[in-house]
């Protein structure tokens, strides 16, 4: 390895690769803090235009695109509790209340360290431990899935808040909205209402949009705003560095589980990051303030999803399978320029591989300083009045949600979900489990009967290889740690409680 | 305690105080058993069809949508029993919810959303540039921008500024509006 660093060195220093992860950088973080506008979007609108680069260059251009947008996306998710891209649904749920303490820096500054903290760490991942990643990654089939799935959803519990029931009644809601479309195994309509544009399911941007920014929209006109400087992004209000050793342990740990699930081919960004959230607050000393503004769940939140970045990665380079959809259009730019991402590549093209490898650890140093740009130019968003802001707000989502699949129909469905994403909010119901039900649950049907196909209908084989049994094992300890839980906090509440006569 | 609750406070009336203690709490597991009860018996047979040759019942494209309906049964009548124990044991808990909505601030609510569906409306038949142009200003106005100079910008610039961006940087294509096509 050592004796081709000055090749790929050479390779990678030219002013267009520079520059390329310079603006791809920038392109993802405005992309990803636009809400409605994806990375996935980003990447794909750049990817013709990279037809014209030279191999090297036309990578990390994309990838530039594909980091800076995972990270912008907790930008208007702290700002203005919308997230900007699907993986910074989890960031909303610590950084909003931190933004209308007035910490809003704190925030922004604290998600951006830990995206970069996570973002390095799953580049190391990427380069030192492509092989045994990707062997670990190829073990998993559909039940293997399946066992996973079952412990990812155990984090609703975490996000319920204050009412296990309702979290959980919230995530049935979720599980249910996903299984509206055409079945993918049988063809049959479910759900449709004769509508076609339902054949193709309920678009998650929409369900987001309208769940989160709506209902914050709707609220505001029911009460005399406070200052507009309640959100106002302070100058010296950033994360200080006892709080950066404060969350470390958190932002490595959540580094670490984005590398074990990005690293595993169509699970993303969004799971990662709840996990990652869940598993911060399970370790805090604090766990009552997640949820309330606790700069541990941004930095957890923030670590999870980027992580998943460089780990996407892995599984394209080492075996020419994409990690998730941006990871599918990357490996387009592969094919375009006559190289097949798999073990041939590193047989035949190491110093691209390497040259590659280079770029994406600039692309870290580079995040740094285009978030701290970004964070200064985003931050005057918080200063404008809200009687100005929501309407432009408001379009914004319209024209966003339109954007996904050029259809107007998305835009009835976020106006539901908002009106519904209202209700809750009234009846304390919190929608974040919602957001995780929908997301994995169709993941969880799919592969509940992949594995009943593969098993002939039987269900020993959830047991059948050591993941299984893990993920398992895992899951029965989080639901008896929750079941404890739960009986101990209805200890406290009724026993010992005069009984209420009236 | 008395909680200022709607519709618990309206229950209470109709049962004449015997519907006193059924908090807000309880009728969420109510609605939530209602509606579960809705999809499993009227929404699952009817809107969700199945071929004859599944072999097996977690195959089957009602399988799993069934067995969350079941679940949500279950929680509703979990969230009524701890509704129920909050109200005996005089529990002031967080999750207690109250919808505390005024009169006013529900018609103020109510006419977000109808401005909301009146902006979809308006983008099916003006299209997303003219339907923009109307809808900022007026949101503006409905949250307290009485400005005219800042209303006219407010229809001049955002409107043409995200239709610009979106059809030249993002290459969406925009329906011209049924009125124009």
Redesign the interface.
């Known amino acids: 390895m050592l004796e081709i660093l000055p090749a790929s060195f050479a390779l990678f220093l030219s002013w267009a690769n520079l520059v390329a992860v310079i603006i791809g950088t920038i392109i993802g973080v405005v992309v990803g803090a636009i809400p409605g ?1 994806t990375g996935t ?1 980003a990447v794909a ?1 750049a990817l013709p235009f990279t037809f014209y680069l030279e191999p090297t260059t036309a990578i990390l251009l994309l990838v530039g695109i594909y980091k800076g947008s995972i990270y912008g996306g907790s930008i208007p998710a702290i700002l203005i509790n919308t997230p900007g891209t699907p993986s910074a649904s989890c960031t909303v749920l610590d950084g909003y209340p931190l933004a209308k303490r007035g910490q809003g820096g704190k925030a922004l500054s604290m998600a951006l360290y830990a995206s970069c903290v996570a973002d390095v760490i799953s580049n190391v991942a990427l380069i030192f431990f492509t092989a045994y990643i990707a062997n670990f990654a190829l073990k998993f089939g559909p039940p293997e899935f399946f066992t996973l799935i079952c412990f990812s959803l155990t984090v609703i519990a975490t996000v319920a ?3 296990l ?2 979290g ?2 919230s995530a ?2 979720g ?2 909205l996903a ?1 509206a479309g055409m ?1 993918l ?2 063809g ?6 004769g509508i076609t544009e339902m054949l193709s399911g309920v678009a998650f941007i929409p369900i987001m949009i309208g769940l989160f920014a ?1 209902p914050e ?2 609220a ?3 009460k005399q705003q406070g200052p507009a400087e309640v959100f106002r992004v302070k100058e010296r209000d950033w994360t200080t560095w006892p709080e950066f050793k404060r969350c470390f342990k958190t932002i490595v740990r959540g580094s670490v589980i984005g590398v074990v699930l990005g690293a595993i081919p169509g699970i993303g960004g969004t799971p990662a990051a709840f996990m990652s959230y869940s598993e911060a607050k399970r370790y805090s000393k604090n766990p009552e303030r997640f949820g309330h503004g606790e700069l541990e769940g941004v930095a957890a939140a923030e670590a999870g999803n980027n992580g998943v970045c460089g780990a996407a990665m892995i599984p394209l380079l080492s075996l020419g399978v994409p990690g998730d959809v941006i990871a599918g259009i990357i490996l387009g730019a592969f094919m375009f320029h006559g190289l097949t991402p798999g073990p041939l590549l590193f047989q035949e093209n190491l110093v691209f591989v390497y040259a590659i490898y280079i770029g994406i650890m600039l692309c870290s140093l580079v995040l740094l300083a285009v978030g701290w740009a970004a964070i200064k130019a985003f931050g005057g968003i918080s200063r404008i ?4 802001l ?3 707000l ?3 989502c ?3 949600t ?2 996904v699949n ?1 259809q ?1 129909f998305d ?2 469905i976020m ?1 539901i979900a ?2 519904i994403g ?1 209700g809750l909010v ?4 919190p929608p974040a489990p919602l957001v995780i039900a929908f997301i994995l649950g169709p993941l969880f ?1 799919d592969n ?2 992949r594995s ?2 593969l098993s002939d ?1 039987s269900f020993s084989i959830f047991l059948r290889s050591p993941i299984c049994w893990l993920f398992l094992a895992l899951t029965v300890l989080t639901l008896v740690i929750i079941a404890r839980r739960t009986y101990r906090g ?1 200890k406290g ?2 026993v010992g ?4 006569e009236g | 305690m008395k909680l200022t609750v709607w519709p618990g406070g309206f229950a209470a009336r109709l049962g004449g105080g015997v519907m006193k ?1 059924f908090s ?1 709490n309880a009728w ?1 597991g109510v609605g ?1 058993i209602v509606f ?1 009860a809705f ?1 499993q018996f009227v ?1 699952i047979p009817n ?5 004859g040759n ?3 019942a ?2 089957s ?1 009602r399988y ?2 069934r067995v ?2 079941g ?2 049964m279950f ?2 009548a ?2 009524i029993i ?1 509704a129920y ?7 002031a ?5 109250t ?1 505390g ?1 005024s009169r006013e ?1 529900a018609v ?2 109510a ?3 109808i401005l ?2 009146s ?2 409306v308006a ?2 038949y003006l299209g ?1 540039l003219i339907s ?1 142009m109307l ?3 007026v ?2 106005y ?4 009485r400005r005219i100079i ?1 209303l006219i910008l ?1 229809c001049a610039v ?2 043409p500024t ?2 610009l961006f ?1 059809s030249r ?7 011209p509006g049924i009125l124009f096509s």
């Not at chain 2, 124990?85 to 529990?91: C, E, I, T």
């Not at chain 2, 409905?142 to 921008?145: A, N, T």
């Open positions: 506008l979007m609108l808040g204050d009412s029931i309702k959980l009644l049935c809601l599980l249910l299984t079945d195994m049988y049959t309509n479910r759900f449709t209402f709506l929209i709707m505001s006109i029911r009045p809200k009687k100005i929501f309407p432009i408001i379009a914004t319209f024209f966003g339109y954007a050029t107007g835009l009835l106006i908002g009106v209202y009234l009846l304390k119901i049907e509940l009967r009943m196909v209908g209805m509440k009724y409680v005069p009984l209420n | 203690g807000l969420i939530f579960a999809v929404g809107y969700i069809s199945v071929p599944v072999p097996m977690t195959l494209p799993w949508p969350i309906c679940m949500m929680l509703g979990a969230q701890a124990l909050d109200a005996k044991y005089n529990v808990s967080k999750e207690r919810a919808i909505l601030d103020k609510i006419g977000i959303v909301l569906f902006y979809y983008v099916k997303f923009t809808f900022v200003p949101m503006a409905v949250y307290g921008e800042a407010l955002p409107g995200l239709y979106f940087v993002a290459y969406t294509t925009f329906e």
